[in-house]
């Protein structure tokens, strides 16, 4: 098969296959390197292909369930073996135009909000990134998490309102 058909495949399931994986995950700091192993593995298979693929969405998806399940089994192995930590590396040149300990401070309170919201269980993590990391509206996100949408909306707020909280302590200093 070609690169047009991956371009095309790609264009018409990509939303779909990034909200599988980020629905089923178990950490929202996996989401990226799953999706972009369901890509990979995509396109090995395409080019091993000769006949047209009948259903290619579902295509994509086992594809897409079957290295969540690799990346988990593997996820597993290597945590016995070796503890990793994520440090984003955060760019020390900043514009002239901004005021440092303002920068610094919008920085410490994004870090905080965002320790905040992975303490939260799973469930509204995803949500939460769902809805503002990703736009999708309360009846999308409860359809991609199969649930009621007043669920959702109920781990939206709570967790709103415990940013709330934090920011309201944080003024008070």
Known sequence: MSREDFDRIYEGTKESVHRFVAAKCFSL???????????????????KRKDPIPNEEAFV???????????YSLAAKLRNLVSVERNPEVSAELPDSIDVEDELMGRELISEIGALVRKRPLTAQKIFYFYYGRGLTVSEIASVMEMKETTVKKHIYSTLEQIRKLYERRERL
């Open 61 to 71: 998806m086992l594809i897409a369930k079957r290295q969540l399940g690799r990346y």
């Open 29 to 47: 700091d996996d989401v990226d390197d799953i999706y972009q192993n369901v890509w990979l593995a995509m396109f090995e298979a395409l080019e």
